[in-house]
């Protein structure tokens, strides 16, 4: 029966042919040369890239266009509770829709963004900073609300799709509270306007008692 | 896109059916079908401890059902459950006859360890057959017959099972702890396990003091 | 896909590259400048002492560059002769330390560079860059290493044999260093005049398995000791099949002496084939067994079994740190030279010129061209090859390698007794043929390799 | 007829004897695929006796998913097999979705099958890349395989969000459609792959010292392989027909024409051929997917993953992730929580017969029959 002919070496020298072909080929064009001088030389991120989270405001204030209410849906879903929030209390103790307190230790958050698919008001977004490279955990990686706001034209400028997404159901459920306000407001005007209607029909008749129904 | 309408590949038969064979093959063997409320419809058949491995093999080598590979081995833990229930008992009415008297007791079911199996037929490719066993209780009769000079693919498993759950399989060529280290005692994935110190662990960065 | 324009955030901490890797060219032109000021100026200053002799010698070692070394040492001894009045023994003394000077920095400055050009083509064969930081394209990186080398604290474990610990290294080094002595760099320029080249080198060559045992003995430690055992079967059972190689063009050339066998390979047939030994059949396949046997020689990769590194973490060198480590490496390297000048002395014609009208580039320069050349050949194969296994190792060297060598040295007889003409080509080729494809066969045999079709399931 | 488990693996010496050399390999070792230990007796060069040791990653994470809610332990499925976090994704959903019978709309579907795959391309590459890397290669081949890793990498990248943690699959469906482009991306990627399998089939198939170190090193029979529990690969190189794309029908996948390639010897040599034809079988399904994936939801608008109450009930669901056959086993009581959440590991499963193959290997075997085996630490000790 015919031997296949064994040539042994034959196999090394066509692997070595592929190592050849790299070799060259990585002086010529990127497509075999893949790595790049990191600080120099940077890759955008893709606009999805998630890191860290952060706060958005509108406007310029990052106090007072703070979109967060402090409704702590976040800070009960994370996985790893790394959210403390601590809510405000106007003087007579009722709780104002703005946090005193917003912390998040970058020590032990995994940037797995259940946060944002949480939170109903749109107000906390993951950001594609990475370079937050410290010497101590607690001064510099729990990063406090003035660290984390960040203003929403900073967020259209790293993800402007999402942030342009963002900002129409925003305004889409904006105009839907005026109208349901606007139509509250209507009815209430056609109760009142009914309300008075029926007193005064009840007054004309009766001219003697007083209007106690009202 | 076409969807390929090749032959459906065997189906297993329904558990109830399988139930009539290993009563038929193993007289002895006591097993009832445990239902699954949910709406994944995978029952599972309990066994006694003292006739698994009896089952486990007609199971195995059984022309019909050639279960040759047990796929997955888990533990669970049931605790002690207070059920309480309306009993009908035998007592005087405000009328002073002896009438049936509705009364709330509260009962104990005595909590038991358990070990699932879940075994699939690689020859006939048919789905899962879960097979149950119960220890007796939680504390001192934690004894179940181990599967795995069966399937050897038990043998990780269930000493993974013996480590964090306690359940001691008797037959086990290798009974050690898989996760933990040698000279660790109590088992981490009971429902009832204290971890031995809180203080370990370091403080987190805003020390919880309350809102 | 890699746009490279910078992210907006990532402004902040951007540090600039250093100067040297940002103007690579302008640094080396600064380097060099610098360099030849300050041998103009040592040249001026001593110059004064006796005018015009040292300039003259340069300036006729620039004439004639083929023998430009010998030139610039006779005019340095004459200088010190005149100049300094100098004693003849005096004499005697540095121009021997002149040539040791010479070879050392030489080979140290190839060590060093080929310890860069290692990691740069490794890294290029696996697209990436190699490292560039240190200086124009890493220039400085063997000057980073070394200094790491340096600093890094030597430990000895404590259970080790403190004295063999130490002179592992020292019995490694110096046998490579002293091969260097024989190899004959260009014509007339050999720096010690051996009658019995060849025999000094194997007798030399054996030492180095002694420092390899030393090393895994001393650290007492299981994984050193496992990584001897397999030096020691492994170097032994490859001194064989190298000393064959070399018996062939020995026998050839009649003498012992390397400068005979460069000699020997002198000439050129039709005009532009030169008379290399490797340009005959036997001749080729005496080099490939002669540079194989020499990879597995210096431990290089498909036969760095001692320190593989994913069974035995560093094989005999696991328990050495900073400089003892250091002296392992450039033993390591220095030893690859070594054996890869002798390849080139063998069977690649020394310091010949490989085409008539290339003679004008001086001897020495083409015995460093081609010894580079197998120094690359090496970094290579290390690069493609995975490693061998232990029995495999040993069944080669002995089932393969050592009846290849018979049957080269057959050939070899059968090509010089037919007068070299072509139907001693076609003897020596067929003798040659005949048992690479037989121990082909038989290796397949013992190693059961067969091409598996795979089927797929049918459902 | 199945062999009798009870003829404990083979001793070939007595290991009282002092010839026996007992070292220890990890938990810090250069080729471990992490910190795995094997207490290891040699006679001479020869393995006599082996046993692994687990358990230096142990996070507990299946005590950590019984304290949380059903989604929240989905992003740490992620870090199972931190090479194939989509399939872990996909496999934990495929167990809720079982449990409580949400429905998953046609795009979803396609989705999965699609990024699925492409977990399986790039941990395949990775995986040719290590066993090279464990043979001695130096890293020429890792680096070529985590070239083409890259790029499916950054796919990842730009649709989850991140490279190997996507926490992307909900129960009903993935979390966000696809940017703009992707697809393209994806189109070329997939398109350049087969370049890639063959520059590596070049540089290994026919290579002496790689065919020297792999064929008739580790050999598994099909029956020992079946009653070992070994999966995925493993398995399939021992000449077993068994995928579990093809028994369970889950997903889309009966809808692909596409092939199971089956070793014959079940040695590593097939184990590593078996691998790149499963590459090219996967690249047969991404190109149908790419060309068929309709328009539609993405997630099914009722079904909630905040607030998930499933029924009273159990379900074990399964894949064939790229190691092997991953299930999730979950009991549920009607609490935001789950009652037992199980994972099968497939990479602690295909251990288990490591001893029986390595024994009466040498010591270099040891590395290359690990190397095989493909396994990733953070599933094995969970």
């Given at each position: 029966?015919?031997?296949?002919?064994?040539?042994?070496?034959?196999?090394?020298?066509?692997?070595?042919?592929?190592?050849?072909?790299?070799?060259?080929?990585?002086?010529?064009?990127?497509?075999?040369?893949?790595?790049?001088?990191?600080?120099?030389?940077?890759?955008?991120?893709?606009?999805?890239?998630?890191?860290?989270?952060?706060?958005?405001?509108?406007?310029?204030?990052?106090?007072?266009?703070?979109?967060?209410?402090?409704?702590?849906?976040?800070?009960?879903?994370?996985?790893?509770?790394?959210?403390?929030?601590?809510?405000?209390?106007?003087?007579?103790?009722?709780?104002?829709?703005?946090?005193?307190?917003?912390?998040?230790?970058?020590?032990?958050?995994?940037?797995?963004?259940?946060?944002?698919?949480?939170?109903?008001?749109?107000?906390?977004?993951?950001?594609?900073?990475?370079?937050?490279?410290?010497?101590?955990?607690?001064?510099?990686?729990?990063?406090?609300?003035?660290?984390?706001?960040?203003?929403?034209?900073?967020?259209?400028?790293?993800?402007?799709?999402?942030?342009?997404?963002?900002?129409?159901?925003?305004?889409?459920?904006?105009?839907?509270?005026?109208?349901?306000?606007?139509?509250?407001?209507?009815?209430?005007?056609?109760?009142?306007?009914?309300?008075?209607?029926?007193?005064?029909?009840?007054?004309?008749?009766?001219?003697?008692?007083?209007?106690?129904?009202? | 896109?076409?969807?390929?309408?090749?032959?459906?590949?065997?189906?297993?038969?329904?558990?109830?059916?399988?139930?009539?064979?290993?009563?038929?093959?193993?007289?002895?063997?006591?097993?009832?079908?445990?239902?699954?409320?949910?709406?994944?419809?995978?029952?599972?058949?309990?066994?006694?401890?003292?006739?698994?491995?009896?089952?486990?093999?007609?199971?195995?080598?059984?022309?019909?059902?050639?279960?040759?590979?047990?796929?997955?081995?888990?533990?669970?833990?049931?605790?002690?459950?207070?059920?309480?229930?309306?009993?009908?008992?035998?007592?005087?009415?405000?009328?002073?006859?002896?009438?049936?008297?509705?009364?709330?007791?509260?009962?104990?079911?005595?909590?038991?360890?358990?070990?699932?199996?879940?075994?699939?037929?690689?020859?006939?490719?048919?789905?899962?057959?879960?097979?149950?066993?119960?220890?007796?209780?939680?504390?001192?009769?934690?004894?179940?017959?181990?599967?795995?000079?069966?399937?050897?693919?038990?043998?990780?498993?269930?000493?993974?099972?013996?480590?964090?759950?306690?359940?001691?399989?008797?037959?086990?060529?290798?009974?050690?702890?898989?996760?933990?280290?040698?000279?660790?005692?109590?088992?981490?994935?009971?429902?009832?396990?204290?971890?031995?110190?809180?203080?370990?662990?370091?403080?987190?960065?805003?020390?919880?003091?309350?809102? | 896909?890699?746009?490279?324009?910078?992210?907006?955030?990532?402004?902040?901490?951007?540090?600039?590259?250093?100067?040297?890797?940002?103007?690579?060219?302008?640094?080396?032109?600064?380097?060099?400048?610098?360099?030849?000021?300050?041998?103009?100026?040592?040249?001026?200053?001593?110059?004064?002492?006796?005018?015009?002799?040292?300039?003259?010698?340069?300036?006729?070692?620039?004439?004639?560059?083929?023998?430009?070394?010998?030139?610039?040492?006779?005019?340095?001894?004459?200088?010190?002769?005149?100049?300094?009045?100098?004693?003849?023994?005096?004499?005697?003394?540095?121009?021997?330390?002149?040539?040791?000077?010479?070879?050392?920095?030489?080979?140290?400055?190839?060590?060093?560079?080929?310890?860069?050009?290692?990691?740069?083509?490794?890294?290029?064969?696996?697209?990436?860059?190699?490292?560039?930081?240190?200086?124009?394209?890493?220039l400085f990186q063997p000057l980073a290493d070394a200094i790491k080398m340096l600093t890094k604290e030597d430990i000895v474990p404590t259970g080790a044999d403190k004295v063999l610990h130490l002179l592992a290294p020292i019995t490694m080094l110096v046998p490579a260093l002293l091969v260097l002595a024989i190899l004959p760099y260009g014509p007339g320029m050999v720096p010690v005049e051996l009658g019995v080249g060849i025999l000094f080198f194997f007798a030399l060559g054996a030492t180095t398995e002694v420092g390899v045992f030393m090393a895994g003995w001393g650290s007492n430690n299981k994984y050193s000791l496992l990584g001897a055992m397999r030096s020691i079967a492994q170097m032994i059972s490859y001194e064989i099949p190298l000393f064959l190689a070399a018996l062939a063009v020995v026998m050839l050339s009649g003498s012992l002496s390397p400068d005979a066998i460069v000699s020997a390979q002198d000439g050129y047939v039709f005009s532009f084939v030169p008379h290399w030994f490797v340009f005959t059949p036997w001749g080729f396949a005496g080099f490939l067994l002669f540079f194989t046997a020499?990879?597995?020689?210096?431990?290089?990769?498909?036969?760095?079994?001692?320190?593989?590194?994913?069974?035995?973490?560093?094989?005999?060198?696991?328990?050495?740190?900073?400089?003892?480590?250091?002296?392992?490496?450039?033993?390591?390297?220095?030893?690859?030279?070594?054996?890869?000048?002798?390849?080139?002395?063998?069977?690649?014609?020394?310091?010949?010129?490989?085409?008539?009208?290339?003679?004008?580039?001086?001897?020495?320069?083409?015995?460093?061209?081609?010894?580079?050349?197998?120094?690359?050949?090496?970094?290579?194969?290390?690069?493609?090859?995975?490693?061998?296994?232990?029995?495999?190792?040993?069944?080669?060297?002995?089932?393969?390698?050592?009846?290849?060598?018979?049957?080269?040295?057959?050939?070899?007889?059968?090509?010089?007794?037919?007068?070299?003409?072509?139907?001693?080509?076609?003897?020596?080729?067929?003798?040659?043929?005949?048992?690479?494809?037989?121990?082909?066969?038989?290796?397949?045999?013992?190693?059961?390799?067969?091409?598996?079709?795979?089927?797929?399931?049918?459902? | 007829?199945?062999?009798?488990?009870?003829?404990?693996?083979?001793?070939?010496?007595?290991?009282?004897?002092?010839?026996?050399?007992?070292?220890?390999?990890?938990?810090?070792?250069?080729?471990?695929?992490?910190?795995?230990?094997?207490?290891?007796?040699?006679?001479?060069?020869?393995?006599?006796?082996?046993?692994?040791?687990?358990?230096?990653?142990?996070?507990?994470?299946?005590?950590?998913?019984?304290?949380?809610?059903?989604?929240?332990?989905?992003?740490?499925?992620?870090?199972?097999?931190?090479?194939?976090?989509?399939?872990?994704?996909?496999?934990?959903?495929?167990?809720?979705?079982?449990?409580?019978?949400?429905?998953?709309?046609?795009?979803?579907?396609?989705?999965?099958?699609?990024?699925?795959?492409?977990?399986?391309?790039?941990?395949?590459?990775?995986?040719?890349?290590?066993?090279?890397?464990?043979?001695?290669?130096?890293?020429?081949?890792?680096?070529?395989?985590?070239?083409?890793?890259?790029?499916?990498?950054?796919?990842?990248?730009?649709?989850?969000?991140?490279?190997?943690?996507?926490?992307?699959?909900?129960?009903?469906?993935?979390?966000?459609?696809?940017?703009?482009?992707?697809?393209?991306?994806?189109?070329?990627?997939?398109?350049?792959?087969?370049?890639?399998?063959?520059?590596?089939?070049?540089?290994?198939?026919?290579?002496?010292?790689?065919?020297?170190?792999?064929?008739?090193?580790?050999?598994?029979?099909?029956?020992?392989?079946?009653?070992?529990?070994?999966t995925g690969p493993m398995l399939r190189a021992s000449g077993v027909d068994y995928d579990i794309r093809k028994v369970d029908r889950y997903g889309i996948y009966d809808r692909f024409d596409f092939q199971v390639p089956l070793g014959a010897h079940g040695d590593t040599y097939d184990r590593l051929m078996v691998r790149l034809l499963e590459m090219r079988e996967s690249l047969k399904i991404l190109d149908a997917v790419l060309r068929e994936i309709p328009e539609g939801p993405i997630l099914d608008p009722k079904s909630k993953s905040r607030g998930l109450r499933p029924p009273v009930g159990e379900a074990y669901a399964r894949l064939e992730a790229p190691k092997g056959e991953l299930g999730f086993y979950l009991i549920s009581d009607k609490s935001p929580e789950p009652y037992r959440y199980r994972v099968r590991p497939p990479s602690l499963i295909n251990l288990t017969l490591l001893e029986d193959m390595c024994l009466g290997s040498k010591i270099a075997d040891v590395m290359v029959i690990l190397g095989s085996v493909d396994i990733v630490l953070g599933e094995v000790d969970r």
């Amino acid at each position: 029966m015919k031997q296949p002919l064994i040539l042994p070496g034959l196999g090394i020298l066509k692997g070595m042919a592929v190592t050849a072909r790299n070799m060259i080929g990585s002086y010529y064009g990127r497509k075999r040369l893949h790595t790049i001088s990191y600080p120099e030389e940077r890759l955008a991120l893709p606009e999805n890239s998630r890191n860290f989270p952060f706060l958005v405001y509108d406007g310029d204030d990052p106090e007072g266009g703070l979109r967060c209410t402090a409704c702590r849906m976040c800070e009960k879903e994370c996985p790893p509770q790394v959210i403390y929030i601590k809510p405000e209390r106007d003087e007579n103790g009722k709780l104002t829709k703005h946090p005193t307190v917003f912390d998040i230790d970058l020590n032990a958050c995994m940037s797995c963004q259940i946060c944002v698919e949480v939170c109903p008001f749109e107000s906390i977004k993951m950001d594609s900073a990475f370079e937050y490279a410290a010497y101590e955990h607690f001064e510099s990686l729990v990063l406090h609300k003035s660290d984390l706001a960040k203003s929403n034209t900073y967020y259209h400028g790293i993800k402007p799709t999402e942030a342009t997404a963002v900002d129409a159901n925003l305004e889409a459920e904006r105009q839907r509270k005026a109208e349901a306000a606007a139509k509250k407001e209507a009815a209430l005007k056609a109760k009142q306007a009914a309300a008075a209607a029926n007193a005064a029909a009840k007054e004309t008749p009766p001219t003697s008692d007083t209007d106690a129904s009202d | 896109m076409k969807t390929k309408a090749n032959s459906k590949p065997e189906q297993m038969l329904p558990l109830g059916d399988i139930k009539v064979q290993i009563m038929a093959a193993l007289p002895g063997a006591a097993c009832e079908i445990v239902p699954n409320p949910g709406p994944s419809g995978q029952d599972s058949l309990r066994v006694e401890p003292a006739s698994v491995l009896a089952v486990a093999r007609f199971l195995r080598d059984d022309e019909r059902h050639l279960f040759d590979y047990c796929s997955n081995v888990t533990g669970v833990d049931w605790l002690d459950q207070t059920v309480s229930e309306t009993v009908k008992v035998a007592g005087t009415d405000a009328a002073g006859q002896a009438t049936e008297l509705e009364e709330k007791v509260e009962r104990v079911v005595p909590g038991y360890l358990e070990a699932v199996y879940h075994l699939y037929s690689v020859a006939k490719k048919t789905g899962p057959l879960v097979l149950r066993v119960r220890t007796g209780n939680r504390s001192d009769d934690v004894e179940i017959p181990s599967l795995t000079p069966l399937w050897r693919s038990c043998e990780f498993q269930e000493r993974e099972i013996f480590d964090l759950y306690g359940i001691r399989f008797s037959g086990h060529p290798d009974l050690r702890r898989l996760l933990m280290w040698d000279t660790f005692e109590g088992h981490p994935m009971r429902k009832d396990y204290q971890s031995p110190d809180e203080t370990l662990a370091f403080a987190t960065a805003n020390g919880k003091e309350d809102v | 896909m890699l746009p490279t324009e910078t992210h907006p955030q990532t402004q902040r901490n951007r540090p600039a590259l250093n100067f040297a890797a940002r103007r690579p060219w302008s640094t080396l032109a600064l380097l060099i400048a610098a360099v030849l000021v300050v041998g103009a100026g040592v040249l001026f200053l001593l110059n004064l002492k006796a005018p015009g002799l040292l300039t003259g010698a340069v300036v006729a070692a620039m004439g004639d560059p083929g023998q430009a070394p010998l030139i610039l040492k006779a005019g340095l001894l004459h200088y010190l002769e005149t100049a300094w009045s100098c004693a003849p023994w005096m004499l005697e003394l540095t121009s021997i330390f002149i040539v040791i000077g010479t070879l050392l920095s030489v080979f140290g400055v190839i060590f060093a560079l080929t310890s860069l050009v290692e990691r740069k083509m490794l890294a290029r064969i696996q697209n990436r860059f190699g490292p560039n930081r240190a200086g124009p394209w890493g220039l400085f990186q063997p000057l980073a290493d070394a200094i790491k080398m340096l600093t890094k604290e030597d430990i000895v474990p404590t259970g080790a044999d403190k004295v063999l610990h130490l002179l592992a290294p020292i019995t490694m080094l110096v046998p490579a260093l002293l091969v260097l002595a024989i190899l004959p760099y260009g014509p007339g320029m050999v720096p010690v005049e051996l009658g019995v080249g060849i025999l000094f080198f194997f007798a030399l060559g054996a030492t180095t398995e002694v420092g390899v045992f030393m090393a895994g003995w001393g650290s007492n430690n299981k994984y050193s000791l496992l990584g001897a055992m397999r030096s020691i079967a492994q170097m032994i059972s490859y001194e064989i099949p190298l000393f064959l190689a070399a018996l062939a063009v020995v026998m050839l050339s009649g003498s012992l002496s390397p400068d005979a066998i460069v000699s020997a390979q002198d000439g050129y047939v039709f005009s532009f084939v030169p008379h290399w030994f490797v340009f005959t059949p036997w001749g080729f396949a005496g080099f490939l067994l002669f540079f194989t046997a020499a990879l597995a020689e210096s431990n290089r990769s498909p036969f760095d079994l001692p320190e593989g590194e994913s069974e035995l973490v560093a094989g005999h060198m696991t328990e050495y740190s900073g400089f003892k480590y250091a002296v392992f490496f450039m033993a390591e390297y220095i030893g690859l030279f070594a054996i890869c000048g002798f390849a080139v002395t063998l069977f690649l014609g020394g310091w010949h010129a490989p085409l008539p009208w290339l003679e004008w580039i001086p001897g020495y320069l083409w015995f460093f061209i081609k010894l580079y050349a197998l120094v690359l050949l090496a970094i290579w194969v290390r690069g493609t090859v995975p490693r061998m296994r232990g029995d495999h190792l040993m069944g080669f060297a002995w089932k393969f390698m050592i009846p290849m060598g018979f049957a080269v040295i057959l050939a070899a007889a059968v090509w010089h007794y037919a007068g070299g003409g072509v139907p001693g080509w076609l003897a020596s080729a067929v003798i040659v043929l005949m048992p690479y494809l037989a121990l082909g066969r038989v290796v397949a045999i013992q190693y059961p390799a067969s091409r598996r079709v795979y089927r797929f399931s049918e459902s | 007829m199945n062999p009798s488990a009870t003829d404990w693996p083979k001793r070939s010496a007595d290991l009282s004897d002092d010839g026996i050399l007992e070292i220890s390999m990890g938990p810090q070792h250069p080729s471990t695929h992490g910190v795995f230990r094997m207490n290891v007796k040699l006679d001479g060069e020869t393995v006599v006796w082996l046993k692994p040791v687990f358990g230096y990653l142990h996070r507990n994470h299946e005590q950590l998913a019984e304290k949380m809610s059903y989604f929240g332990s989905m992003p740490y499925t992620d870090r199972l097999d931190y090479f194939s976090s989509l399939s872990n994704n996909w496999a934990y959903a495929l167990s809720v979705e079982k449990l409580t019978g949400i429905e998953v709309p046609e795009r979803a579907e396609y989705l999965r099958v699609l990024l699925a795959e492409l977990t399986r391309l790039q941990n395949h590459s990775a995986f040719l890349g290590f066993l090279l890397g464990d043979m001695g290669a130096w890293g020429s081949v890792l680096m070529y395989a985590f070239r083409e890793r890259d790029l499916i990498l950054d796919l990842f990248e730009s649709l989850t969000g991140s490279r190997m943690m996507c926490n992307y699959m909900r129960f009903g469906g993935c979390r966000c459609d696809l940017p703009a482009g992707w697809l393209a991306q994806a189109r070329k990627v997939v398109d350049d792959y087969p370049a890639f399998l063959d520059e590596m089939e070049q540089l290994l198939v026919g290579n002496e010292i790689l065919v020297a170190r792999t064929q008739g090193v580790g050999v598994l029979s099909g029956a020992d392989a079946i009653n070992g529990g070994l999966t995925g690969p493993m398995l399939r190189a021992s000449g077993v027909d068994y995928d579990i794309r093809k028994v369970d029908r889950y997903g889309i996948y009966d809808r692909f024409d596409f092939q199971v390639p089956l070793g014959a010897h079940g040695d590593t040599y097939d184990r590593l051929m078996v691998r790149l034809l499963e590459m090219r079988e996967s690249l047969k399904i991404l190109d149908a997917v790419l060309r068929e994936i309709p328009e539609g939801p993405i997630l099914d608008p009722k079904s909630k993953s905040r607030g998930l109450r499933p029924p009273v009930g159990e379900a074990y669901a399964r894949l064939e992730a790229p190691k092997g056959e991953l299930g999730f086993y979950l009991i549920s009581d009607k609490s935001p929580e789950p009652y037992r959440y199980r994972v099968r590991p497939p990479s602690l499963i295909n251990l288990t017969l490591l001893e029986d193959m390595c024994l009466g290997s040498k010591i270099a075997d040891v590395m290359v029959i690990l190397g095989s085996v493909d396994i990733v630490l953070g599933e094995v000790d969970r």
